[in-house]
């Protein structure tokens, strides 16, 4: 079983672009959405699907199975998901031996700039670029499975808009 361990931090400017190594077009579901867990289809660049199913309560860690599927399974998922459909860009920026993927929004959420930095162990304390801005690890109103199902989150918070 894979754990997911990740921070997150809404993003400040633009700083981080020209440091930027690739990018990927997303679009993602939730199937099912409960407190402890999630289930989430993912499109990647047209080319690609995963399934992911989350469990966990915790802040920063959380296990994590992730399956590929064929991307016309993913396309008839997307028809029963739950609340939004979310467009996204994801960027890849390396920063001091650890890659912060950069999520701008689009659709229903434009504007919404968010990093996360997956890491090894709950006790790895990557630095923090210029650029980042407020951590909103822990905070639902940030998580995908929120921006998905709820639709709401602090936008007096952001600083960015995309």
Known sequence: MAKE???KFLVRNDGWRAKAETKSILRQG????????????????????????????????RDEFE????????????????????????????HDNFVWEVDVFAGAHRGLVIAEVEMKSENDD??????????VTGDFRYSNQALATEFEYDQDALSHTA
């Open 5 to 7: 361990i990740e921070r």
């Open 126 to 135: 990557p630095s923090r670029p210029a650029w980042l801005g407020r951590e």
């Open 30 to 61: 939730y199937i099912a959405s409960m407190d402890d867990r999630s289930v989430r289809v993912r499109i990647l660049d047209g080319k690609r699907a995963r399934l992911t199913i989350k469990i966990g309560r915790s802040t920063v860690t």
């Open 67 to 94: 399956y590929e599927i064929p991307v016309s399974d993913a396309e008839e998922l997307m028809q029963s998901t739950i609340g939004l459909v979310i467009e996204k860009t994801r960027y890849r920026v390396p």
